[in-house]
């Protein structure tokens, strides 16, 4: 089956540590996101990436890193630098361009830290 | 600035009867489309349906309608025949304008802070 895979589910570190999140796709898509959601409150694109090898900051893009050196692979990793990480984060892609393309999700990692 | 709300945090339905969902959006952009996403307790984000900006007919998908009035800027969701698997949070999201880096428009999607439904029995 096609899907988005998000690993792990669940994460916890420590306040400091570097943590990157995985986000795999097999639907062939050209685009891929990343969202942030906090409790009470709607997705935040934080990066998002058209084709390989090229991605564009989103709305709150300050302590967090990608790459996207293969079509089905975006990982995030969220720095130290990012002064609140703890939160649920969910990747998406989307076939490319066009305004009728729905975004398709992965499951989420919550991510804690302490 | 592009922006999408949803003014209920929470709504009530019994079973099978039907519910309507608000949202409204601000932009000055002529092309845009708008999306209703279903987030069940698992977290993971369901597409439920499409309305482009120059659709002259609402979207409806199902038991999923989507009432949309162009002129007061607004893109409600309409439930039918509620159902126990129907409760969640409800997204609405605008596609925003503007031209990606390669050319063509730009995926980025504006989300509201939802409306958490609950289907009583």
């Known amino acids: 089956d096609g899907g988005i895979t998000q690993s792990p589910k669940y994460l916890f570190r420590k306040e400091g540590q570097n943590v990157t999140l995985s986000c795999e796709q097999n639907l062939n898509h050209d685009a891929m996101y990343w969202y942030r959601q906090d409790p009470g409150q709607g997705l935040r694109l934080i990066y998002y990436s058209q084709i390989v090898n090229d991605f564009q900051k989103g709305d709150i893009a300050e302590g967090y890193s990608v790459s996207r050196e293969k079509k089905e692979s975006f990982p995030l990793t969220v720095t130290s630098a990012q002064k609140n990480p703890t939160a649920f984060y969910l990747c998406?892609?989307?076939?490319?361009?066009?305004?009728?393309?729905?975004?398709?999700f992965g499951p989420g990692t919550r991510l804690t830290v302490t | 600035a592009q922006k999408i709300t949803q003014t209920q945090p929470g709504m009530f339905v019994q079973e099978k009867e039907a519910v309507t969902l608000d949202c409204t959006y601000d932009?000055?952009?002529?092309?845009?489309?708008l999306f209703w996403y279903k987030q069940p307790s698992s977290g993971e984000m369901i597409f439920l349906i499409y309305?482009?900006?120059?659709?002259?007919q609402n979207a409806t998908e199902g038991r999923y309608s989507l009432n949309f009035q162009k002129a007061r800027k607004s893109a409600n969701l309409v439930i039918s025949a509620s159902q126990l698997g129907d409760s969640a949070m409800y997204f609405c999201a605008m596609r925003e304008g503007g031209t990606a880096p390669y050319g063509g428009a730009t995926n980025k999607l504006i989300f509201g802070t939802g409306t958490l439904l609950a289907v009583q029995p």
């Open positions: 309305q482009g900006s120059y659709d002259q």
């Open positions: 998406a892609s989307s076939e490319g361009e066009g305004y009728s393309t729905e975004q398709y």
């Open positions: 932009t000055s952009d002529p092309s845009y489309g």
